[in-house]
């Protein structure tokens, strides 16, 4: 999926990590480094820190970093370098099968961490109905991870992509009684919500923002993964009305504020870079120099193709959209940098919308 020569233009800087114990990543933007973790569970996570044990709660949680994995899932993870991701899945497979029922003494939480990432992979490359599967054995095998909200989630996207509204409201609405019989704290009812709206196409415009700033309001402070995941959709909404001003000024709330997780960050940034290329383009238009605003508008799009490149609901738009941007400076170079993304879109995501769009605009 990932186009190398795309990456060498980019000149984005990555993050290294030469961490040699695990780390959990606090949604208050501070992190635990230099422990390990002994169990994910769905309320808390507990680590040790040396002899001492200590304990954080799920909610708090934004990621966690493992040093050290069984070897087949290391392998896994190790293969998404190369965009290995069907080979990942049929590695996960193969330790998810093979640690059924046995007792996991070195990585007591690797099971479950395993059968997650399954969710997360099958969604990547597209394949719903596995996401379906994979999520209803997490949610069996593994009742009590913290991955289990997640799985309804994925699992109630997943249907709605299928073509099966019904059957996610109908989940979204079993995730509720989850929430209740085990006592989960508000950010899964609320986030429960939130995906109640975001799956309903009966709501539209204005109908649709209101339910989305109650949910923005209840999220408030307290679980901002939530808020701003919202508020995305919020922006999403004005930019569907052209109300620019408007979606520039909530995805910058977010991008300012980063306390999100990937899928919201994806969307802000490539919403933050639709407002910006229309404005660019509207002050070239003007007689006015829009080159500054156009180079900003460049900087979100590419953000999303390098930092988010799993997020395929928005790289291929980031990536479309990159490319008009060069081919508003006239110069051959950044013409043939235009024409390499296009390039890169139809061959990586060939049969999608932007696909098609690219196909317009190459020469």
Known sequence: MRSESILACLLLPALASSATADTIYLVNGKSKKDIKIVNEGLKSVTYKDGNDQGEVDADDILSIEFSKMPEL???AESRLVDDGYFEAIADLEQYVQQSEGKEQRLYPWAPAYAMHRLVELNGIVGELAEVVKAADRLIQKAPESRYVPFAYMAKAEALYDLGKSDDARSLLGAFGGVVDSKQLSDRWRIQGDLFAV????S???????DKLDEIVARAGT?????RNRADAAVGESFLGEKKLKEAEEV????????????????AAFTGLGDCLFQRGVDENSSGADGSETLSEALKAYLRVVVVYETELRYVPKAMFFAGRVFQQWNDAENQGRAQQLYNAVMRDFGGS????EARGFRR
């Open 203 to 209: 709501l539209q415009g204005k109908a649709r923002r």
């Open 73 to 75: 899932v290391d392998i």
């Open 222 to 226: 307290k679980y901002p993964v939530v």
């Open 251 to 266: 995805f910058r709330s977010i991008t300012n504020d980063p306390k999100a997780d990937s899928r919201t960050l994806a």
């Open 198 to 201: 975001l799956l309903d196409d």
């Open 353 to 356: 919308k932007w696909a098609d």
